[in-house]
């Protein structure tokens, strides 16, 4: 019977011939992984070409189940399965994901390759969430009718939630590259306190809508957070503070018109159009000089 490290470097050298002919050139790398408890694992990485989103198939509770009599080849081509099965998902969050990710282009410090694609995210996602903002007071009224129609003043602060938290994960697959995790947990924990705190305060004053500005208190404050991690990390702005900022600016100037005219749809389709089109304007030469750079 093979010992730890034998059947980890046995599943290595084994696992390609259960998987397909696009696995066949694969640099498949072992490494032990710290989760936030302390708890060390050992997983797998078997990358498909050039995708930069490699899922990590563990393979600890494996090689129990071969301690516990399971054929070895069973197990091996287990790992192929979790891994192939794992390829859509793969692809899935693959697409548009920011070059932060494509650890090749920061060993090789190509930091404005980094920046241009997180740039054009933030744009794209800004776009996005100005649309779903101008739209979610009808939205509200469509799915949940003239009963829950109070919940229009609710959505509108939640989809600035969600644009603060793009913004996160943009930045912070930065703490993934060096290897700094444990920032995320303590990053977390705080925005967690600084939001049950904010919520005791506020709610019993102003009600169940304070709890959306609460929650973007906190967000904007993980958001801070992380963007000074990251900068003391890799010592340049993931995503340029001048697009943050201006990205910013933009969609709460859009939150606050919404929110005025939150009864007048003419008006808040007009701005949006309006800033829709200036944005689209502003970024989309920048997107197809890029994307010809690239295919050149």
Known sequence: MMNRKEFYEYVKDNVKEYLPESYKDAEIT????EKNNGLKLTGITIPNGDQRIVPTVYLDFLYQEYINGKDVDSCVGDVADMRIEAQGKAEFFDMGVPDILDYEKMKNKEIEAVRSRARQLCYFFLIIAIGVMSISPELVLIIGGQKYAVGKYVAIPMILDAFVLFIYNVIVPSEYFKQKTSFIMWGTMSAAVINIITNYIFIQKYGFIAAAYTTLFAYICYMILHLVIS?????????????IAL????????AIVDLIFIDNIFVRYLVCFAVVMFIGIKVLPEFVKENRRKAE
């Not at 900068?231 to 995503?239: A, G, K």
């Open 30 to 33: 072992l490494q032990e992984v």
């Open 231 to 243: 900068y003391r990390l890799m010592r340049f702005s993931i995503i340029p503070v001048s697009c």
């Open 247 to 254: 990205c910013l600016l933009s969609i709460v100037i859009i």
